[in-house]
């Protein structure tokens, strides 16, 4: 963030679970930078929302105009992403910007495909010259958010702590009316997402299915909370349709689908205390 041509004015970092040595190695990264910065220990893990929430409020506190998110795992793809990000949002009126996410080890791939009307977009040139892509963004991963547009939508949810907070967010900032997008020539490297999505129909829709037992349980759950959230109803039966066509016709694993059933059932009902941990049964064969 230090090396951004336009720097931001303030950095704040969450220590979220209070791991050893963050202190020092924030010292040590921000030494002779002469950025102002303010480090936040939390004793216990918020978990990723619980993070961005601690951090955009006292972002807020200290009377930030723009809050720009990132992780611990992805980095701005140039000097300029920033900078890049603050001139799409005055030239297009945009409430919150995205940059393009691309994959660290291949940049010309995107680490998290978009969707843009009935087709995915994986790779870069796939977008063509359009700077903005509009109604479309990945909020926390370098995305900069205003002061108003977080008013408007407020922080992320953290009882939805591994997967769906982001949704939650793109919930909020449809129904809000708020104007935002992807700024496609503003870039930030992270980590691809790949390995969670299983692909139904060749690739043309997909289901998330976190490969770890912990994440998919929430991950099921949440889901479910989110199909029963205003906005978001309708996703209820396709995804009831989608996951049962890849655990019972693609994976033949009838007890994944009862308990992805299950978990939606939990989330549905908000019901966010410890999910069952039914043994899952994998297959032979991988999907």
Known sequence: M????????HLVVVDNGTEPGVAEALATTLAGTGLPHTLLPSETNLGGAGGYAYGILAARALGADWVWLADDDGRPGSPWT??????????????????????????????????????????????????????????????LFSAHALDVVGVPDPRLFVRGDE??????????????????????????????WAPLAGGRLTVLVPRDLTRRERTFRNLGYLTAQPGLRWRRWPDEARYAWYFLLQRHDAQGWRQWRRLSRQGRREDFGPPPRAPHRRPATAA
Do not use: K, M
């Open 2 to 9: 230090a090396s951004q041509r336009h720097r931001p004015d």
């Open 82 to 143: 920033l900078g890049r990000l603050l001139t799409c949002a005055a030239d297009h009126a945009l409430d919150v910007v995205s940059p393009l996410v691309v994959d660290e080890e291949d940049p010309g791939r995107l680490a998290f495909p978009l969707r843009r009307g009935l087709t995915w977009v994986r790779r870069r040139e796939q977008l063509g010259t359009d700077v903005l892509v509009p109604d479309v963004a990945n909020l926390f991963n370098g995305a």
């Open 167 to 196: 949704v939650e967010i793109h919930r909020r900032l449809r129904r809000s009316r708020l104007r935002f997008g992807t700024c496609s020539p503003a870039t930030y490297l992270h980590p691809a997402g790949h390995d969670d």
